[in-house]
């Protein structure tokens, strides 16, 4: 392969991670508020499909955006509000959820299997493009991918360096504490429900406008990739930086399952295929050693200094969840 | 800030948490409310920071009538309080604790806060690091941060939920000073607790709370004998120490060492007998903790050995103490001893000896009713066990022990108890004693120490005192040995491990 190849590989894990980044960063807005939204996986493929017909129907790839938002903003809401108001349980409704939009997809997207639709074009933005190699690399894609980039740092300000954010870790950590801070607890759930929705469904019509243009039914390859996105949110520690960091592992595994298949003939296509999936879990697994005893035990065994290190690399690397996910909080 | 309650109602279903209670309190002054456990004192004073919200009556604020419907408004008008347990985000920074709450503005005012926080820290003598996470941090120190939180927000009134539980006496003393100094600057000052000496040392003036009601205001100088009355509807005392004789050993512990990356505690001795009480005290993470939960069997020791009934169990799991009758009660009764979300039958189902599969429910019920009768619980047998007052279900965690243990381990038996039911629970655990069961307890209220142990053990920074008998040793001396006077030098060593 050549360098050449190389770059525009990369310059593919970039633009087909960008709606994993999408779902991840999303429901890490959810999390961080203390709601799962565990429907992610049915919700990218009813916005898909959804956007795919839209556009189709419309001619309008802005439309097609704007529907796969509103699915994804819609099914997040019915989580919220069966959480919030309802007091049912949000893994019970999200898995429901999953199970009835990824249904619905393939059942209500059958007229438009395999048509022809708009799909988003390329944006190379002036100048930038130009230069050797970091050109190709970061700056010829269509906007959506720019727009992924945007939205890492951008969620990563907001949720580490504003006062809104601020707030949002604290309703998800301890909802009661936030509330005698001032916090409109359960208004700001729905917000952020909603927020993380959109973006989960802004995954859909990246997918059926973009990366993988059209709508192919249970052949489209967007089963799974909600699953992964939740893995990611844990795995990124609910952190935007971090997720969207698994998200790019999770492109290029894919990516080199690809390019190495011709290379390694005796091994089984599905194999290469299915590896990112148990690399994930073995990340994971890495992620939390340091809550394990024994190696709390080996750390007191060492001198000082290199104690204080490895506890605070350990420190930094462990993921704890916001304390208060998944439970529902009453103001008075 | 001139405060008036008026006529304040609050329900709980059927239960009548305020009744009719009307206050004023003028500003510049600092209040006591004073009520024994489930008397209502923290839901009135939820009731006037906003956290809930009243079913009648009215609220003033120099006059002027104050509708609050959230904490929210309660800030803005002026109102702070800091909670029974402490209402922070242990996982974060001080400095983000710090900002957390403030209104305006989209970016962290990161230099201002820290800058705020460090004044304001230097002018009360309280020392914080606004990098430290706030779980690092001493109960007593995560309210000092709350204090100073309040107060940049530009509190005019503060309300002190029980803020002396928990905390050492020397941060008892800075709280006290700051509190003084707070209403000497015209500051409205709510301090709720069921301690009669420190409503005699700090309080301008006193209200009591009995069952929901406002019973009765006292001014300095205080009648005590008065106010027990009124908390209490009777006269009641601690009583003189009650002597058991001694039976047979049943702990030994010999040449000891127990340790985690933070603390190590070696070469302690000592042989327990039936019925008699050994008390541990010491500041908080000085060891005491590590050494019950080495006897409970829930952290391995490093070194030594633990005898129980003659018995070598060093080593053996929780559960073959559990079956030698060791107990161990801790301190987080909802984290650890009571299970949230299940009712007090359910609890009683479960600790009882398992026979059949299903639960017999008409036998589990007759033997909770039993019980709440017996322990005088305040609750029913449906009621789950984050409703009941702390007082209830501390009574409800010892009517779930088993009878005829040998060994009960406790941490803080009677924190944040009234002295009504600290004095009920003391006579429970005599009533063990007489059984022939040992009992091994920490505390960080000295008198209960002096009181009701036979021997005491002090700790500090890891190290153990020789045992001293309880007869002879009076809170001064038991005060110096916590302060770490009387141990051989190197007081920071242990310090220095813990950052
Ligand atoms: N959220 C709630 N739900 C049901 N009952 C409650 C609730 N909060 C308080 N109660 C009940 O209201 C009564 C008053 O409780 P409150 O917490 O005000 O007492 P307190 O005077 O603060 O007692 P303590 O000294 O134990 O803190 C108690 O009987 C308690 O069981
Ligand atoms: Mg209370």
Redesign the interface.
Known sequence: MSSHEIIIGLAGVLFTAAPIVFATIGETFTERAGVINLSVNGTILLSAMSSFAVAVSTHSIFWGFVAGIVVGMGVALTVAFSSIALKQSQVAVGFVLTLMTRDLAYFLGNPYMGLQGPRVHNWPIPVLSKIPVLGTLLFNFDPLTYFSFILIIAAWWWIF????G??L??IG??P?????????VNKLRYLYTALGGALVGLAGPTYSLSVKAGWKGTISGLDGIGWIALALTIFGGWDPVRGAFGAYLFALLQWLGLVLQPYMPNIPSQVLQVAPFPLMILTLLFVNIGNTEWV?RT??GLP?DA?RWATRILRWMQV?PP?ALGTTFE?? | MKIELRNIHKFFGPVHANNNITLSIPSGSIQGLLGENGAGKSTLMKIL?G???PDRGEILLDGKPLVLN???DA?RAGIG?L?QDP???P??KVL?NF???????????KREAREALLSLAEQFGFSLDPDAYVDTLTIGERQQLEILRLLWLGAKILIFDEPTTGISAQQKEKLFAALRRLASEGKTIIFVTHKLEEVEVLCDRVAVLRAGKLVGEAYPPYNLDDLVRMMFGKVISKGKRIEIPLGKPVLQVKDLAV???RLRIEGVNLEVREGEVIGLAGMEGSGQRHLLRACAGLIRPVGGEIWVDGENMTGKTYHSFLRKGVAYLPADRMKEGLVPGLTLSEHFALAQEQTGFVIDRAAVLKRTEEHIKRFNIRGRPDSTVESLSGGNQQRALLALLRPNLRLILMEHPTRGLDMESAIWVWNTLKERCRQRTAIFFMSSDLEEILHYSDRILVFFGGRVSEPLDARTTTVEQLGQLIGGRGFESQPEAAR??AK
């Open positions: 360096h504003t006062r809104p601020l707030i870790r604290a950590e301890r009661a504490a936030a509330y005698v801070r001032g916090a409109p709390k750390l007191a000082p104690r704890v304390s103001e008075e | 920071s956290y809930l919200r959230s904490p929210a800030i309080m909670h209402l922070d985000f996982p974060m983000d900002m957390m709450g403030y209104p305006r503005g989209l970016g962290l005012p340790e985690d990356y220095e491990v």
